[in-house]
């Protein structure tokens, strides 16, 4: 094992599956391993200064949104062996919670999240690149029962955040991103047999 972290980057368009594949490979590698799953989405700024009807208004899926500086300083430090203080995000309330998480020393890292390719100070931390690929309206399905089950939204809203943010921004940064990708990923989390490549691959790059 190296001294460094070995830092596994997934990105790929909101609700495509890339918690789905994250979670198949900390499974994996979980055993042998200490890992770790780090969501970008933990990285969104923190909005609380602004009023809750401002916070909701925000472009949620344009660079701007996140505080780069500090996922790239705890990539870092992560990359190192060292220990960080997490930020964690809240949905419901649009702005980070007071929660921090604290991540000791880890040796597979597996970063998720929509900017994880198209971010080139934070694609250049990352071992092995994999974009997942999975069609918008499977996407926008996806995304809507979750939204509305599990991050307080209602129909309305999902669809006037789709047509208005999600979308043009999917095509405008995301969607490009995929050139720079190691490893393409059809249809997300139930492409086992691309599960099973891609975690041959970081096993020998744990291994050198
Ligand atoms: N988002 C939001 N409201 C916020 C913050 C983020 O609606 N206050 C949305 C953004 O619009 C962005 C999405 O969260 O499109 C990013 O999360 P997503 O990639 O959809 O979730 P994951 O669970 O990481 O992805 P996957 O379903 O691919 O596993």
Redesign the pocket.
């Known amino acids: 094992m190296k001294n460094q972290a070995v830092i596994i980057g997934i990105a790929?368009?909101?609700?495509?599956?890339?918690?789905?594949?994250?979670k198949q490979l900390y499974d994996y590698f979980k055993g042998h391993h200490k890992v770790k799953i780090l969501?970008?989405?933990d990285y969104?700024k923190d909005q609380s200064h602004l009023s809750f009807e401002e916070?909701?208004k925000?472009?949620?899926?344009h660079p701007f949104?996140f505080d780069t500086d500090l996922l790239v300083e705890h990539l870092k430090k992560l990359k190192k062996k060292e220990r960080i203080e997490k930020p964690t995000?809240?949905?419901t309330?649009?702005?980070r919670s007071s929660i921090t998480e604290v991540i000791e020393k880890r040796d597979v890292i597996i970063l998720?999240?929509?900017f994880v390719l198209a971010e080139p100070s934070i694609r250049e931390l990352c071992d092995i690149l994999v974009y997942?690929d999975?069609d918008s309206d499977i996407?926008f399905i996806?995304?809507l029962k979750?939204?509305i089950e599990e991050?307080g939204?209602s129909l309305q809203s999902v669809c006037e955040?789709y047509l208005t943010?999600?979308r043009p921004?999917?095509e405008q940064f995301i969607e490009p991103s995929k050139k720079y990708a190691h490893i393409i990923i059809p249809e997300?989390?139930s492409n086992h047999v691309a599960v099973d490549l891609l975690t041959t691959k970081i096993k020998s790059i744990i291994d050198e």
């Open positions: 790929g368009g909101s609700a495509s599956g890339k918690t789905s594949i994250a969501k970008q989405d969104y916070r909701a925000t472009n949620y899926d949104a995000y809240d949905y309330l649009h702005t998720e999240g929509i997942v999975t996407r996806r995304r979750r939204d991050r939204r955040q943010t999600v921004m999917h997300g989390g």
